[in-house]
């Protein structure tokens, strides 16, 4: 993939969760390369100062920015958000679903939190899918979709059962997306899942092992140009590598009969380890 054709000055991107770490760093490097953004996180201080750096950095300033506090979990507000952006510029090129919320954590959470996750983390990135996707259909313009998912959503590690949850069926969805467009005739669009690594929210105090939010911006550029659906970050303590012995791992739980999540079972996790590093 040329990167070109969804960050170029005649590209529009859209981005959820764009007042801080990931998000910021998808809208700072969109607007860097002359993209047209349309920023969109919870109102707040935060966004209002993202805002302000895009403009300060874009070619064109505050005629390629477009700033949009609204909650992804509302349908109601990504249709209007929905309206005012292809008003104002026509299209979509990059649709980058990473607004996210932690809430909760295991079983006993109550069932609110469940539903705040859901909404959030799955059903915002369904939301704002069908809300642009049949505009990425109308044109002959390459357009992308990328939805983060997480390591968690995949290897299900014990204690953040929630998150787990969320990210488990963005996943899902996202390969099921993805081969559904891929399928249509002629198509423009692909569909693509990135699955960080652990990312510092704050690059101005980076905790040792994570890796900056712009560093898994470039890995994700790097990933798209190679035309990956999976794009697999690591991180300054684990490896790609690792990455993949973990995940065949939990895959074998199914195929050699252990019992779930044997990475952290007492009679596994010792074999686990040294399988895994």
């Known amino acids: 993939m040329d990167l070109d054709t969804v960050f170029s000055p005649n590209t529009v991107a859209v981005i959820t969760g764009a007042a801080q770490g990931i998000g910021r760093a998808a809208c700072l490097h969109a607007a860097s390369r002359g993209a047209s953004v349309c920023a969109v996180d919870l109102p707040g201080d935060r966004l209002d100062k993202t805002v302000e750096e895009l403009i300060g950095i874009s070619p064109r300033g505050e005629d390629a920015i477009l700033s949009t506090p609204l909650d992804v ?3 109601a507000q990504i249709s209007q958000m929905r309206q005012t952006l292809l008003e104002q510029f026509g299209k979509v090129s990059f649709l980058f679903n990473n607004a996210v919320t932690r809430i909760g954590h295991g079983h006993g959470a ?22 642009f996707l049949p505009a990425m259909k109308s044109t002959e313009d390459p357009s992308v979709i990328v939805n983060v998912g997480s390591k968690q959503g995949i290897t299900n590690p014990p204690a953040h059962t929630i998150y787990n949850v969320t990210k488990s069926a963005l996943k899902t969805y996202t390969e099921a997306l993805e081969h559904e467009i891929r399928s249509e005739p002629e198509s423009q669009i692909s569909a693509h899942l990135l699955i960080p690594g652990w990312t510092s929210e704050n690059e101005e105090n980076v905790k040792k092992g994570a890796w900056r939010p712009d560093q898994v911006i470039d890995h994700m550029c790097a990933g798209l140009e190679k035309d990956l659906f999976y794009i697999l970050c690591p991180d300054n303590e684990v490896s790609i590598e690792m990455d993949h012995k973990r995940i065949a791992w939990g895959a074998g739980d199914i195929i050699e009969g252990r019992p779930p999540l044997s990475r952290w079972h007492p009679d596994w996790k010792e074999k686990a380890s040294k399988a895994c590093t």
């Open 73 to 75: 979990s509302d349908p």
């Open 110 to 131: 109550e069932i609110s939190e469940w539903r705040q996750a859901m909404d959030t983390n799955f059903w915002g990135c369904v939301y704002l899918v069908q809300a």
